[in-house]
């Protein structure tokens, strides 16, 4: 039988565990609770009752091209000056808006009611005729434009260009 010649660390050893059973105690905030056999029952039936599927895949990128569904003829109309007298609304910053809503519209402040109107870029003096839709916030709070009207005004997507609203 081999002996050990420290006898000193077998004294020690005790000593050590119960500090660290000490240390653990103190960093616990309540004890532990025996788990509910009836709240594990209903978790584990939920969490077989949901299947995970993977992830679906990111549909194809469509550009700004596949997202405009307006007509030749209707870009033409939408171009045209406008004929009758109008009213200048002010000028608004403008971001696009939702890509997916066809047509020429802008959602600003600046109109309270559904109506026809005109937007103009300063900047290079291109205009399009708009459907002017309502948008909750203070007048000077930015606007949204459909790709068709942007793209018309020769404003890049990602810009945020300062126009010019006025009301037919």
Known sequence: MMRLQRPGLWTALPVLLLAGCAQMAATTSRPAAAPDPQAMATATSAATAVTRAPAPRPAARATAAQLDTTTPEQRAAASRPAASAETR?????????????SGFWIRTP????????????????????????????????????????????????????MLEVYKS
């Open 89 to 101: 609304l002010g000028t608004t910053i403008a971001s696009l808006g939702d890509p997916t809503q």
């Open 110 to 161: 600046l109109v309270k009611e559904p109506g026809m109107g005109r937007l103009r870029n300063p900047a290079n003096g291109k205009s399009a005729q708009v459907e002017l839709l309502p948008l909750d916030g203070p007048a000077s709070a930015g606007s949204q434009v459909s790709l068709p009207a942007l793209q018309l005004l020769g404003v890049s997507l990602t810009d945020l260009p």
